[in-house]
Each structure stands twice: as C-alpha cells, then as structure tokens.
C-alpha cells in the first residue's frame, strides 16, 4: 500500500502556470513486503524547490529521553494537555483597565490592533505552519509537505488519510485527542503494525527570529509522549507556552474545526459560541474583559445577597430592641433615680458643711478683728513701757553713783545713804498708794455702772427668753415624719396618674396609626378613581359607544339580576407586567370591549335597552356574551404543570390574569386562557416538543406564547393527523397595561376607610374619659402638693425661731459671766481702809527715819553735801518712774480688756472650726466612696455654685441685680433632704428591671452599630464592584458589538448571494455568563429566521452555516492559522460552489493568514487564486518508483500538447 500527497498552486481562471516537480520519497527497507510507502510529491508556484525539510525518520529523536518528573505527554497529562489551546489565566481577577489586566492601561491614547502578528518577508505570519513531517502516524510511513502561507487545499478520495494531517497538527502541538473527536488514546494514532512514531511541525517563528521545529515522539506501547523544541528535550508546558506566546488556537472550534466535530459546532450553546468568537478574533482583550465580568458579576451578586440578608438581620434585630426599649427604659430611670440619690448623699453633706463653712468665716472674721485690736493697743502703749525701763535704768545708775560717793566718803555717808534710801522708799510707797487710792475711787464707779447695764441687760433677755419659751416649736423629726406619709399617701395617686398617661399615650399613637391608615386608604381609593377615570377617557377616545354603555350600566345595576361585568378593558388586570404582552395578545379587540353576563335574563335585559332600543339616547350595537355553564365543557389544559416546567413555559395565561371570579367561564369558554401556555424565555423552549405536547391527538392542537411569537398548533383529523404550526409575532400591550378598577378591592378600601373612622370616634370618646380621669387626679394630686408646701413652710419658721433663741442664749450668758466677774472683784472701801492704815504705817517710818536722818546730817553736813545733791537726783528719777509707771498702768487696763475679749471669741472659733472639719470630713468621706462618673457631675454641680456665688458676691457688693440661678443648684440644706426623700419614694414605687435585659438590649445595640458599618463596608465594595463592571462592560461591549457587526455583516451578505438569509446577534443578559452569540438562519421563503441548533436544521444547512460563520470570522481572526474539514458534508453543489468560492475570494486577500481546507470532492469550473496552494493526497497498494509519475504538472502539460497537435493536424 502506498500514499502520496501532491500539491500545487492555482489561479483564478483554473490553470497551472508549469513548475519543476519535487518529489520526495522515503523507503522503509525493514518493512514486510505489502507496507504502505509514502511519497510527498509537491508544486511550487514559484518553481523553487523546497527541500530544506528533508530529514530522516529518526532524526533529533531519543527515545529514552523522558522527563523524570512524569512530563511525559501522556493523554490524560494534567500538566501538559489541561491547558492546552488555553492561555494560562488565574481564576479570579482583579479590577481590570481596558487592556483586560491590572496593570494601568493608556487612557486616551487608542493604538490600532494588529489581528496577527506581522508578516515576514516570505509571506508567512509567525505562528503559521512552514512543514508538516510524519512518520508510522496514522495512515502514513513517512510523508513530509511545506504548506502555503495562505489558503491550503488538501483533496483527496475518502480513507486517503487528509483528516490524519489534521490530528497530526492537532497532537503535534500538545492538544489532547478529544479536540479530535476520535480516538481517546495518544498511542491509537501510532501506525498498525509499528512501535514508534513521530510528528514533526515547523512553525514560522516571529520576525527576525528562526522557526519552531516542534517533535512530537509517539510509541505503540504507552500513552506517553516526549517533545523536543528546536533539537532540545522539552516539556508540554513549554510547547503550551510557545503556543500561546504565537496565539495558535487549535483547541477553538472557530479556528480549528475537524472533521469529527463539524457538528459539535452547531450544537455549541450560543454561550460557548460567544466564548470561542472573542477567543479566536477581534480585540484580543475580549476574554479578558468578559471573564471580569462574570466573576465581578458574581461577586456583585454574592454581595448584594449578602447586603440584603444582613439588612434583613439588621431590621430584626431593631425590630427586637424596640420590643424591650419599654423595660430599658424603666431600668435607666431606676438607675436614674439611683444615681440621684447617690448623688444627694454627697450634696447634703457638702451643704451642711457649706452652712459650717459660713458660720465658721464669721466666726474668724471676729477672731482676727478682736486680735488686731490685742495687737493694736499692745503696740500703742509700747513706747510708755520703752521710757519706763529707761528711768528705771537711770535710777540704778544714780544710785550706783551715790555708792560710790559714800564709799568715797568713807563709813559716814554709808549710814547717810541707807536712811535716805529707807526714807526714798517709803515715800514711793507712799506716793503710789496715794495712787492706788485715787484710782479705787474710779475703778468703783465704773464697775457699779457696768453691774447695772449687766443686770438691766440681763433681765431684758430672760424676759425675751422666758416669752419665746411660753411658744411650744413643732418638732422637725415631726415634720419629716408628715412629709414622709404625705409621700407615701401620694404614691397611689401618682401611680394613677403615670397608668393614665400610659393610656393616654396609647391612645393618641392608636389614633395616629388609625389616622395614617385611614390617609392611605383615602390616597389609595384617589388612586383608583384616577385610573378609573383615565380608562374611562381612553375608552370614550376608542369606542364612544361602549364608553356610554359603561356609563349606563354603572347606573341601572339595580335592573340586573347578577352583576354584568364591565369589558375586559376596564376590569381585567396583568398584575405581573412580564406577561402582559403575551396575555393583551390571546384578546381580540372586539373581546376586550365584550360585557358578559351570567344569566340569560341579564344579557336579555341588556340587549333591549341598548342593542335594540335607543336606551343611550341613539342606535348603538355593542358586544355582549352569555353562555350556560351546564350546556357545555371545558377541554382540558393540554400539557399538566410539570410538562410545562420541563418545557420551560411559565404558566397559563390565565393564570396571570386578575378579574371577578364569574368571568373566568369566559375566558376559558370563548378565549381557552386555560389552554394557552407563556415562555417568557424563547431559548428555554424547544419549539418541536411543544408542539408534540400542545398537539396530542386527545388535545387536538393549542395555543402557546413562546417569547413575542404566539404559535397556533393544529392537529389534522384525516389521514396522518399532521401537525400544522401558524405563528405571528405579538405586538407590544396597549390596553391592559394600566392597572384597572378591581371593584373586590375598591370594596375593600372603602371599608377600611368607614372601620377606620369607627375606630377614630372610638379614640376620641376613649381621649374625653381619659382627659377627664387625668384631670381628676391632678386635683386629687395637688392637695398634697399643697401638703406639702404648708410643712415646707413651718419648717422654716421652726429653724427661723430656734436660730433666733440659740443667739439670745448665747448673748444671755456672755453678760451673765461678766456680771459674776465684776461682782466677784474685792470691795473699794476695804481696800481704802487698808491703804490708809498703810500710808499712816509709811508716815510714821518716814518721821522716825527723817529724826534719825536730821541727827546724821547736823553731824556731817559737809559729808553729805555732795551725798545730798546725789541723793535728790536720784529721788527726782524715781519720782519720775513712779509717775511714769502709773501712767502705764493705766493704759494696761484698755489692753487687758480686750486680750478676754478676744480669748473668750477665740474660744468659740476653736470650737466652730472644729465642727466645720468633721463636717468636711464627713464630706471627703462620702466624695471617696462614689463613682467616678458621679464625682464628675459633683464637680460640674459645685463649678456652676462657685461661678454663681463669686458672682452674687460681685453683685451685692457693687449693689447691682443679682446673677440668675439657671443652671446652678442653690438648693438649701432641708430642700436637698426634702429631695433625698422625693427620690427614695420614687425608688420604691419603681420595679427593678432584670439587668440581663439591660446587658441583651445594649449589646444587640452595639452589634446593630457593627452590622450597620458592615453593611456601610460592603455597599462601599458593591459600588466599587459596579464600577469596575461598568468600566470593563464599557471597553468589552463596544468592542464586542463591533466584532459582531463585522461578522454579521460579511454573513448576512454570505447568505444573501446564495439566496438565503442569515443573521447574527448578541443576546444580552443579566448575568454575563449568559451573554451570547445567536446564529440565525432561514434556507426557504416561507421560514422565518430560526436559530442555528444541532436538530432544527438538516446536516448540509449546519454545515454551510458553520463555514460561512467561519469565513465571517476569518477577517477578524487573531490565529496564525485555521483549518476546517470537510465542512461541505451534506451541501448541494449550488452551495459547496458559493463556499468555495467565498473562501477563496476571503482567505487569498494579501492580509490573510494561513488556511488548511480539507475536503474529499472538487467541483468542475470552481474559482481558485494564485495564493492558495492545492495539496493533493494519492493513496493505493502500490506506488510507482518513476519520480514524475502522478506530477499534477506533467498531466496538465501532456494534455495541453495533445490538444495542440490536434488541433495542428485539423
């Protein structure tokens, strides 16, 4: 057996220029006689032969060399065939520029794209195959060819092996067997009968730079394979990087489509279509803005779910805080009145400390004021006491001078000396009791003077004394004890009191909520009336007629048995708007203006006043309708609900109609809404099952809405009981897409509107009782405000009479212990008498000592001369001493006054300040045992007390108004304790509240602040995510739409030459993942345009939409090659002309890449081009050894010459 592969070049006008053959042979010597031989026999049409692919079979191949980390290219590789035909790309994206990545994009500046790389100077695109070599591949020893840089024609009979070059580049460049579609195992392609093989594949490598000589090493034995790359060992990843690095899409059906997957191209879903478009043409960015899409899609969803279940959550949990706010409430006030109390028992100390601090400074003001007089008269009387000790020294100094005169004068004037010094001292004795009698005279005047003033003083304030004791003062334990029942008896009318408020409060929110109701329902039934009345007018603009009839039957209802209902047009509604074209569709509009009754009598009744009697004032014929329900039956809905959902239908159409229940006998009786089944979705439903469904012999044929197309099947009663099918497509709904009157709902608000003015009167005649209650407690309630005031008031009588009685008390006995002072001093004229009988003692001394003195001095007067005139000095200084000191004693007496004075106030200050220091204490004690946060406040009280009293000082002292106390608490020492005993009774009368609530209500609020940031976080995120959709779907649309309108273009003109109509279009959705590529085409007049799926259409009609899809695409392609095989399967020849004609005409432009077009017949007469390059395939049992036997060129040449000579010889 032996196989050939010849190729050749051709122009347009089917001839072949002559060229020299290359014909390349290759024996296998060690084969059994009855092996195929290969020969590759080639045409250029440049007439160069290209032999630089020659090699042999084993060349650059080592067996052994296999990648000890398991690189072997087995089938199921994980690391070598996953990826193949795929760029490497992560699973989750970042935020993406217009370039499809993360890195910035150049905004502003728009570059021209180039689809392929650039074209070297031999015509090839890097990427493009230069030379395919085979040897025990398939069908094929040893075969080696060089392809063309454009359009590649491989013919060839059936079984010669053409498919085999297509798996060849298909596993030669590390793509799996199943983009084949064949065998699954990599070792089934080895050739029967051997144990190795190999491919070969050169590809043009990019400018500049050498070509890819790609081995691929195959063995009979194992499923395993080994690479090399340029001679080197290499792994599949490389071959896979080489790949995507030249852009080769060989795993893309749009690019690479074998034979055994032509019709996998049709049954792609529109999905898949649109995934490989973007991969093999147009901006190469499209995956990657798509591929952002989806997942930044999803991610948007997830969050928006997510935003949703945690804003559910977040209302829930409100919803729960606000269900114990009420118990909350009363612990805080308990805590409140808590934190009040605590708070008094610091104040109260701290006032009675303040009254003690008071009573104190004016005790010291007095202290310090008697001690500067002390001062004052001590320091007055100091210079007297300053001279009196200076005579005193001057008298000693006299006296030691007389000494020494009588020590000088020897014994005699020591006698002298001593008389004069005993007389001296006697007449100083004398003088000063002569004094001392002088001042007793005044001394005793003044004290009897001051006993008087005592005695008169004293009485007056006994009598005072006496008259205020006579007046028996309420004890304040007393008063306190009455204030404390007046609390307790007021605690039951306060409780009243709050419960009435508690209703009142309930009543005026229930009245609000009844008002808001009764408001909505009043703007519901406006809402109504205003449809109502546009209906009405559009009505009127349409059928004046039926508008009238309307009118006068909404008046004469009294003259109908049963209700007669309206037209359709004004009762029947589309609550779901989705299905309102489809419903709007199954009406004709004659039926839209129908009244239909639901007895005979009332139809008759109708009729003759408006059909057969001017009963509108004029002729008028409208539609009316009545059936018996007991004369007839209903048939069957034709498919169940099940049937329906496998179908992808939504329902029936009256299933999403709302009208009174009599007319559904109506719709189901005259329309079959009952039987007419919606699809909003066209693609969900395959048209040929709903059709078998809808048109069962039992049903008889039905009616279903699939999109805007409404299909009409019947079922023929003779014969073969065919199927028909007649469909029209639905227009957009007009006249049921305003909601209409539903008078079961208009009956219903204006119920609640009459139950929601009950309940109001109800609420006021409730707010009356309870007024009236609250008005009765009040009064009840203010006699013991009045209570109270009245004790508040002898209260401070009772402190007014008691500090005036301690402050007479006190002066009573200050004049008291004077009085016993002053009477206590000695008698004067006892004294006297004393100091008389002393001076008479003192006057008989001195005349005895005079005597005795005379006799000294008549015996020594001219001793004593001197001795005298001494002596009387020193009498003159102590005269003058004596004088002297009298006069200080004097003053003394002012001094000594005041010191008791002082001592007796400085008594009381002592003991004042003692009592001001325990109350202090008393104070700090208290201020160390509470809570920070309430010595806060404490301080806060106390600053705006200072700020206060600093200013009413300012203002008393300057006579101005005084400061305002708001803000300030200048409450006094029996208000505070009045107030202490408000809030205990308050504490009492409050529940305690478990402070678990307490602790769930404050942490469920701290986790609504959490969730509520959360929430804030993730709208943030969404936000961000739509905008990096909107910028990718900005970039990715636009550009897509463009590579869609290109494509459409060149097929839509495809179909149009060969008389048929095709179209292409992007089918949007929601969810990118489901954006899509529909392919529609119609081959005869009568079809519509249908989608291209792998049943609807016969084999030939999807294989000449795929290659016209192909060529479409071609222009656009970023592949450096494409190939397809046998694409014109099932095509008449009208039809496989106009496809080769076509692809020759687009892939022979000078921009083209390269084309592979595998194909087993030829037409006569079919156009070619000077670019494209005809590989032909020869196969048999044998195969000639003569180089020229089987050359296309010697054939065509030897007939060209025996034409000639025939036409010579004629």
Known sequence: MARAVSSSSAEPSARVKSEEEIRVKKENADKAKGKQKARVEEEDEDGNADADGDAEPGEGVNGDDQDAEGDQDAEGDEDDEDDVGESPRGVKRARVNEEGDSRPGDKGKHKERIKTLPRDVDGYIPGSIVRIQLQNFVTYDFVEFSPGPYLNMILGPNGTGKSSIACAICLGLNWPPSVLGRASELNSFVKNGTETGHIEIELKGQKGRGNLIIRRNLSATSKSSTYTLNGNSASGKEINAKMAELNVQVGNLCSFLPQDKVSEFAQMSPQQLLRETQRAAGDERLTAWHDTLISAGKELKMLLQSIKEENDQLRQMQERNEGIERDVQRYKERKNIERMIALLDVLIPVERYRIMRVKFMEVKARQRKLHEKVKRLKAKNEPAHVLLRKLDQEHKEHEKARDEIKKATHGKFNKMRAKWSASEKLEQDAEELTLKLDRLKKEEKDRARRIKT???????????LAKKAEVKPEKLDDLATEMKQIHLERADVIARKGAVEEKLQANIESRARVNATLNHAHGELKKLDDVNVRKMQAL???????????????EH????????????????????????????SCFSSFQLRTFVAQCQEDLDTFNHKINDNPGLGRKVRVATWFRDPGNGSLSDPPMTREEMKNLGFDGYALDYVDCPQGMHWWL?????????????????????????????????????????????????????QAIGNVTRDIGQARNLVNANIDPDIKRRIEGDIKSGRQEMDLYDSERKALDAELKSILEEDQVFVDRAEGIRLRKVAIQKAEDARVKIESKLKRNEATLVSLMNQPSASEERTRVKRDLLNISKKRIKIATEYTDLARSIIAEQTEATRIGIQFLQVGANKAALQDLCNKKDEKYQTALAEFNKVDDEFQAVKAESKASLEESREVMNTISPELREEYHRIEAARAIYDKALGAAEQAGTTPPSTEGVDVRTLDELQAELETQRANLDLNLNTNPGVVEQYEKRKRDIEVLGKTIEEKQKKADKIERNIKNARDNWQPALEKLVASIGEKFSASFDRIGCAGEIHISEHDDYEKWAIDILVKFRETEKLQLLTGQRQSGGERSLTT????????????????????????????????????????????????????????????EYHERMKILCVNNGEWLPEERDLGNMMNMIEGYLLHRNANANAM
């Open 454 to 464: 005592l005695e008169a003083e004293i009485a007056r304030t006994k009598e005072e």
């Open 540 to 554: 009127k603009a349409w059928d004046s007629a039926t508008h009238d009839a309307v009118v006068w039957l909404r």
């Open 557 to 584: 209802k009294h003259l109908f048995k049963m209700e007669v209902f309206e037209p359709p047009f004004l009762c029947l509604t589309v609550p779901n708007r989705l299905f309102v074209n489809a419903v709007e």
């Open 668 to 720: 189901q009786r005259d329309l079959n809404l009952h039987r007419t089944a919606i699809a909003l979705e066209p693609r969900k439903v395959d048209v040929a099952k709903a059709m078998e469904a809808v048109g069962r012999p039992a049903s008889g044929g039905a009616t279903f809405i699939n999109g805007m197309t409404q299909n009409n099947v019947t079922r023929s009663r003779y014969g073969r």
């Open 1107 to 1166: 290659i016209l899809y192909l060529l479409s695409l071609t222009e656009e392609a970023r592949a450096p090659f494409s190939l397809v095989d046998e694409i014109n399967q099932g095509m008449d020849q009208r039809a496989e002309r106009t496809v080769h004609n076509e692809m020759v005409a687009v892939t022979c432009k000078a921009d083209s890449a390269q084309y592979f077009l595998i194909t087993p017949k030829l037409l006569p007469d079919l």
